[in-house]
């Protein structure tokens, strides 16, 4: 096994690298911020410098190379197929450039499956078997860790937890659906329900917060129900509760080991967190009764420890196939050239 993997996380604001060993410790880490308007070429170029920035100052040759970023992403050809918080993000072919500037493999991985299989390998996730990860945030994604590897499904796309349906009539999600779990909970999905509690007229607390900014966020909602607002509160709770049923309904399909969770609204603490358990618990029926929760260990790092885990994960696996190859005889294929 590999000593140590360069990693990447691609975000909105901060493009990060780092090189990470077998533990999960980070030995180096750089950074540079986010282009606010970029062309294809040009982010590309920026990434790779930022690669080989790191891999230049590392001090030993790191064994593959692994990006994690939001969006659609085809993980067996290298290729972002869209990522919207990330300008000029959009069908661009990354590993191949990366690979040629660094000379060894390079991957890529969706940021939420990148952080259920770092969650698993270094964080919340260690020693389960089978593993449901949740990120409760602007968005709300996941990953799936099955048998201990990342599950991706046919077309790569596993995992897209926040577009579940729960409420068919609910609000419009911006997929496009209705009532998507990301649409009834999340940062936007309680920005959205902050603004019409306002127009409403059912909070003059939350719009008086809302009046010094102007805007109404999801932090001034919690900042109201922290500071007494029943209407604020009733709302965080019962976006609590759509969440642990939303979880409990994958619960029951993947029987996980356990379910890790991270993201910013995990700020919310129990208001957001106790019902969720409760809804969890109020299914009768199946796994999901009995699944408990486990916060993330990983902090901002989840990201790059992430990324460094599926950079892992692609080497054992093509370690495999090459001694399997050897086994049966065939010619083995350098592990630089495979496009898993």
Do not use: W
């Amino acid at each position: 096994m590999a000593a140590t993997v360069i990693a990447g996380d691609l975000g909105g604001t901060n493009l990060r690298a780092a090189i990470v060993d077998e533990d999960g410790n980070i030995l180096l880490r750089r950074q540079v911020d986010t282009p606010e308007s970029a062309t294809r070429d040009e982010i590309t170029a920026i990434v790779v410098e930022l690669f080989r920035t790191v891999a230049r100052e590392g001090s030993e040759r790191a064994a593959a190379l692994c990006v994690a970023t939001a969006g659609l992403v085809d993980a067996d050809g290298g290729r972002v197929l869209l990522a919207a918080n990330i300008p000029g993000f959009r069908d661009i072919v990354l590993t191949p450039p990366l690979t040629d500037a660094l000379g060894i493999p390079s991957f890529i991985e969706n940021d939420a499956s990148a952080a259920a299989l770092g969650e698993f390998r270094f964080g919340a996730g260690r020693g389960a078997r089978h593993l449901l990860h949740v990120t409760v945030g602007t968005g709300i994604g996941g990953g799936i860790v099955i048998g201990g590897h990342l599950h991706r499904g046919e077309h790569g796309f596993a995992g897209e937890i926040g577009h579940t349906i729960i409420e068919p009539a609910g609000p419009r999600c911006t997929c496009g659906s209705r009532g998507c779990l990301e649409a009834v909970v999340s940062g936007t999905a309680f920005a959205r329900r902050a603004r019409e509690l306002i127009a409403a007229g059912k909070s003059a607390q939350l719009k008086a917060l809302a009046a010094e900014s102007g805007d109404a966020t999801s932090n001034q909602l919690f900042e109201a129900a922290r500071a007494g607002d029943p209407v604020c509160e009733a709302e965080i709770r019962h976006g609590g509760h759509m969440l642990g049923l939303g979880i409990g309904s994958i619960v029951n399909v993947l029987d996980p080991t356990r379910v890790t969770l991270s993201g910013g609204l995990l700020a919310m603490g129990d208001m957001l967190l106790e019902p969720a358990r409760s809804a969890l618990r109020s299914l009768p029926y199946g796994p999901a009764s009995g699944a408990s929760f486990a916060l993330s260990t990983l902090g901002e790092d989840a990201g790059l420890l992430g990324a460094a885990a599926v950079a892992f994960e692609r080497l054992e696996l093509a370690s495999g196939d090459e001694e399997q190859g050897t086994s049966r005889r065939r010619p083995s294929v350098p592990s630089k050239m495979r496009r898993r």
